[in-house]
Nanobody, 117 residues
Framework: QVQFVESGGGLVQPGGSLRLSCAAS????????MGWYRQAPGKQRELVAH????????NYANSVKGRFTISRDNAKNTVSLQMNSLKPEDTAVYYC??????????WGQGTQVTVSS
């Protein structure tokens, strides 16, 4: 059974930082491109960043480029997202999953990030 467990969210002031983590199980983690996604209230889920299977290449949405860093540890089946210089518009529930998303993929519960003063 495929499972993703996200953690590390919270309430942070604008300009602050958070580090999100995701533990994956039920998949051969090391062969997949992995991504971080987010969904803000009233909006569709969007891709924030993704990283190749061996971790050599990363890509970011324009809205987070230069502020967020995605990384992975294939030995631990984890993918992380370091978020710096957070803005109120980064407020969302953050999820990890494969990229692209398989059609029948399940999602974890996500982790809430709230950026507010």
């Amino acid at each position: 059974q495929v499972q993703f467990v996200e953690s590390g969210g919270g309430l942070v002031q604008p300009g602050g930082s958070l580090r999100l983590s995701c533990a994956a199980s039920g998949i051969i983690f090391r062969i997949y491109v992995m991504g971080w996604y987010r969904q803000a209230p009233g909006k569709q889920r969007e891709l924030v960043a993704h990283i190749t299977s061996e971790g050599s290449t990363t890509n970011y949405a324009n809205s987070v480029k230069g502020r967020f860093t995605i990384s992975r540890d294939n030995a631990k089946n984890t993918v992380s997202l370091q978020m710096n210089s957070l803005k109120p518009e980064d407020t969302a529930v953050y999820y990890c999953n494969r990229y692209p998303i398989p059609g029948d993929s399940s999602w974890g519960q996500g982790t809430q990030v709230t950026v507010s003063s």
